[in-house]
């Protein structure tokens, strides 16, 4: 189990020296700010500076870790990236680096996954979370998904994560039993910023380098295949294998699929015609006659299952229907550059009539779902 040193949670310079310099940051817009005089509370500021220092946090805990892991006998790997590694562009079905020195995987142009940094023991790989969020709630949200990406394509592994937190952040009990956490001292970025606002002013140390056999590219990581698109066809199709079932249960519970449905968050199980949609749905949309309205079953972050719809308009433009905690339906449009756009239009052409389904079958689904969760819960 990886353990922080004095180094870390203090937040010394010592072993990184000017390091966190040799970035790049997206700082346009923050410097336009300072130098029109905004006041640091106004709501544009506040934003623009939380974003930036974000950004210097994750940078100063990789040069960090960087120098962590050399001294680590356990760590057998350690994945470059940012000024270290050689290479900027994010590869299909792999893990690479991309234009934005991020670790990431992605299948064909869609990102599906981004990683701050990965750890290799002999027996352990830990992906690495660096915020300076003041609670954990939202970042419990990212976790499962990229642990069901690793598990995915590094079966050989037991995946675990480390996060590394400021202190005064709440929340932290609430993670999973799988999460390693780290709290450090307060940070600042005031000496990036100052650096950023006039370079003339400080002469950097030279980038210092690390050289041990541990760092090694992303892409000479070898991983098991997995193909986004064709996974997905092949749990729509498994889902509805059986014709004397409006849904196979048993293969919607087997522990494959939902390490999947952790990864994808939502999968498709078939699609209803306007006629029967507005059955159960009261909604008012210009929706032509033959359009197939997309059935998924999304899983929220209890790991309760729910039915939510797809209306696929054109090739871009889609809308997402579901119903919330208190049991309003609501609609959202979907970003039209977003991945479930591209799963919705994929799917759509692999459904022939055997997937429709009717308000009844609908229902009935949705008790099936209900019932399922229950038993599990009670577990």
């Known amino acids: 189990m990886l353990e922080a040193t004095e ?58 870790l960087l120098a962590y892991v050399q001294t680590q006998d356990e760590v057998e790997k350690f994945v470059l990236k940012g000024h270290h590694q050689s290479r900027d562009k994010a590869f299909a079905n792999t893990l690479s680096i991309s234009e934005k020195s991020q670790i990431v995987y992605r299948t064909k142009s869609r990102e599906i996954g981004e990683f701050d940094a990965l750890i290799f023991t002999k027996k352990e790989l830990y992906f690495v979370e660096m915020t300076l969020v003041k609670s954990v709630l939202k970042l419990k949200k990212r976790l499962r998904k990229k642990k069901a990406l690793l598990e995915t394509i590094f ?76 996974t997905l066809s092949w749990i729509t199709r498994s889902l509805r294998s059986n014709r004397n079932q409006l849904i196979n249960m048993k293969f919607l519970t087997d522990p494959l699929t939902q390490r999947y449905h952790d990864l994808y968050t939502k999968i498709y199980l078939g699609f209803m015609y306007p006629s029967e949609f507005k059955k159960i749905m009261n909604i008012k949309a210009d929706i032509k006659n033959d359009q197939k309205i997309i059935v998924a079953l999304e899983k929220k972050h209890s790991d309760e299952i729910v039915l939510t719809y797809y209306i696929q308009y054109t090739r871009k433009k889609l809308d997402y229907i579901s119903y919330n905690d ?5 609609v959202e449009k979907k970003d039209p550059y977003g991945i479930t756009v591209t799963e919705v239009y994929h799917v759509t052409k692999l459904m022939d009539k055997s997937f429709s389904l009717s308000a009844n079958n609908i229902k009935t689904i949705a008790n099936l779902l209900k019932e399922s969760f229950a038993s599990m819960d009670k577990r």
């Open 326 to 330: 208190e049991g309003a339906m609501i």
């Open 7 to 64: 180094s870390i949670i203090n937040l010394q310079e010592d072993d990184i020296d000017d390091n966190v310099l040799y970035y790049d940051y997206n700082i346009k817009h923050l410097l336009s700010l300072i130098k029109a005089k905004v006041p640091e509370d106004d709501n544009r500021y506040l934003s623009s500076f939380r974003s930036f220092e974000g950004e210097v946090f994750e940078n100063y805990m990789y040069e960090k």
């Open 155 to 230: 079966p050989d592994y037991e995946i675990k994560a480390l996060i590394i937190l400021n202190e005064g952040v709440s929340g932290v009990k609430q993670l999973p039993p799988y999460c390693k956490v780290w709290i450090t001292k307060s940070f600042s970025s005031q000496k990036v910023l100052d650096y950023l606002k006039n370079r003339r002013a400080y002469e950097r140390k030279p980038k210092k380098e690390m050289d041990s056999k541990k760092m090694v590219e992303a892409q000479s990581l070898k991983i098991f295949p997995f193909r986004y698109y064709n």
